[in-house]
């Protein structure tokens, strides 16, 4: 399995924006997809974005999509998400996540077999 760490959460004022980090432990980095997701205080995780092992592909959450941008930079073991045009309902606890095995393309959260500790994002209105 693959070590995650998060940075770059932060408080910031609506329409303001955030670049998240996550970097990755591993050789095999470039073999995962990543994925991003939130949980707010109260509310269940729910899922952000994900990006292929290539990074050809990327998937986002119908209310985050045009707003944020998911990538990756295998070279650096490192996935970005970047947070544009925030809102105040995209409050959370953001972590990233891999899946339990290389070449795994997970539909849910279950999929994900490794998380990181989580940065907390606020955006005040």
């Known amino acids: 399995q693959v070590q995650l760490v998060e940075s770059g959460g932060g408080l910031v004022q609506a329409g303001g924006s955030l670049r998240l980090s996550c970097a990755a432990s591993?050789?095999?980095?470039?073999?995962?997809?990543m994925g991003w997701f939130r949980q707010a205080p109260g509310k269940e995780r729910e899922f952000v974005a994900k990006?292929?092992?290539?990074?050809?592909?990327?998937y986002y959450l119908d209310s985050v999509k045009g707003r944020f941008t998911i990538s990756r930079d295998n070279a650096k073991n490192t996935v970005f998400l970047q947070m544009n045009s925030l809102k105040p309902e995209d409050t959370a606890v953001y972590y990233c996540?891999?899946?339990?095995?290389?070449?795994?393309?997970?539909?849910?959260?279950?999929?994900?077999?490794?998380w990181g500790q989580g940065t907390q994002v606020t955006v005040s209105s």
């Open positions: 591993g050789r095999t980095f470039s073999r995962y997809t």
């Open positions: 996540a891999a899946p339990v095995a290389p070449y795994r393309d997970p539909t849910t959260a279950t999929g994900f077999g490794s």
């Open positions: 990006i292929s092992w290539s990074g050809g592909s990327t």
